[in-house]
C-alpha cells in the first residue's frame, strides 16, 4: 500500500479544483496510513466513530495542524466527544442534537467546531438527515440556538443512483445552500457543501461541492 496512497493523492489533486477541500476518510484505516497522507499533503482527515478516531488522534498528537472531521452518525451521548475532539461535525442531522450540541457549548469553554446540516435530497429510509421541508422548517428554531457555528450542508446519497440522479440531487442541495441564504433574518449562512463521496465526487464538484470525503479512492479497498 505504502507509496501508493502518494500517488494516489497526486492524481486526485491534479483533477479537483484547488478550491475545493479534500478530507481523507480513515475509518479502519491504519496511523501509518495516514502518515503517509500527511506526508503527501493532506490536512483534513475524517472519522466515523469517535472511539476509533480518539485512539488515532492520541498517536498523532506530533502531526498538530491536522483539521479532524467527525462524520458519522452523532447519538446524544457522544456529543460532549465530537464537541471536544474535532474541528468540523458534518451530520448535525435533527432539532434534537443540534439543540444538545448547543447547551453543551454554552457550558464548555471551547472554540465551537464548525457545523454542518445533515440533508437527505433524497428519500431514503437507510440515511439520517433532515429532508429539505423540515430542515426549512427548522431554520428559525436552529437560528435561536446562539452558540452554534452552522457553516454549511452535508449530504450522504443512497448507493446505486444514476449519474443525473446524482446530479439532480446534488443540485437540490446546492440550491437549498441559496435559499437559506437569501433568508432574512438568519443569523448563519450557508458557505460549505460537503458532498461527494469516491463514486461520485466528480459530479458532486461539478455541482457546487466546496468539500468532498474520499477513502477508497486514497487508501484503496478496505478490509472486510
Not at 479544483?17 to 495516514?34: D, F, W, Y
Not at 448507493?159 to 442541495?173: C, D
Not at 469516491?198 to 470525503?213: F, K, L, N
Amino acid at each position: 500500500m505504502t507509496g501508493n496512497i502518494t500517488k494516489r493523492i497526486q492524481e486526485i489533486q491534479e483533477t479537483i479544483p484547488s478550491t475545493v477541500r479534500l478530507i481523507a476518510v480513515t475509518k479502519t484505516v491504519s496511523t501509518e496510513a495516514i502518515r503517509e497522507a500527511y506526508e503527501a499533503g493532506i490536512r483534513d482527515f475524517g472519522e466515523n466513530k469517535i472511539q476509533e478516531a480518539l485512539a488515532k488522534q492520541e498517536k498523532l498528537q506530533d502531526l498538530n495542524d491536522i483539521t479532524w472531521h467527525f462524520l458519522g452518525h452523532l447519538q446524544s451521548n457522544k456529543v460532549k466527544q465530537a464537541l471536544l475532539h474535532f474541528h468540523w461535525i458534518h451530520t448535525c442531522d435533527r432539532v434534537k442534537i443540534a439543540q444538545r450540541l448547543n447547551r453543551l457549548l454554552g457550558e464548555l469553554e471551547i472554540t465551537p467546531p464548525n457545523l454542518l446540516l445533515q440533508v437527505k435530497p433524497l428519500k431514503d429510509p437507510n440515511k439520517y438527515g433532515w429532508e429539505i421541508p423540515e430542515l426549512l422548517e427548522a431554520l428559525p428554531t436552529l437560528n435561536e440556538y446562539q452558540h452554534l457555528k452552522i457553516k454549511g450542508l452535508m449530504t450522504i446519497l443512497p448507493l446505486n443512483q444514476s449519474t443525473e440522479e446524482t446530479q439532480a440531487a446534488f443540485t437540490k442541495v446546492r440550491d437549498l445552500g441559496q435559499k437559506i441564504n437569501i433568508q432574512k433574518d438568519l443569523s448563519f449562512t450557508i458557505e460549505e457543501l460537503s458532498m461527494g463521496m469516491s463514486a461520485d465526487y466528480p459530479i458532486a464538484i461539478e455541482a457546487g461541492a466546496t468539500m468532498i470525503r474520499l477513502g477508497r479512492t486514497i487508501f484503496g479497498e478496505r478490509p472486510h
